[in-house]
């Protein structure tokens, strides 16, 4: 089956920053959009980029300019820089794999910003 494994998380101050990855397996990889997801304690999960397999991309409001998303479809990883980090980044972030009706979620890992 389908298989997307995040690394990366961790704690880290306020404007610091954060580099996640995905490893992606038993896909081809370079048909799928990849994304970025995330779900602060208590609330739903969010979008908070994609990229799909044309280049286009789709970025949320609240971290634009801060936050950047890449592939690397020769290694099947997908990556999200974190910069300038606010306490309301806090979140668990998924990564996302989609492609037509394919649609398939890492397990997690926890991204905590705190002073």
């Known amino acids: 089956q389908v298989q997307l494994v995040e690394s990366g998380g961790g704690l880290v101050q306020p404007g610091g920053s954060l580099r996640l990855s995905c490893a992606a397996s038993r896909i081809i990889f370079s048909l799928y959009t990849m994304g970025w997801y995330r779900q602060p304690p208590g609330k739903a999960r969010e979008l908070v980029a994609t990229?799909?397999?044309?280049?286009?991309?789709n970025i949320a409001g609240s971290v634009k300019g801060r936050f950047t998303i890449s592939r690397d479809n020769a290694n099947k990883m997908v990556y999200l820089q974190m910069n300038s980090l606010k306490p309301e980044d806090t979140a668990l972030y998924y990564c996302?794999?989609?492609?037509?009706?394919?649609?398939?979620w890492g397990q997690g890992t926890q991204v905590t910003v705190s002073s």
């Open positions: 996302n794999a989609k492609w037509g009706p394919e649609d398939y």
């Open positions: 990229l799909g397999s044309g280049g286009f991309i």
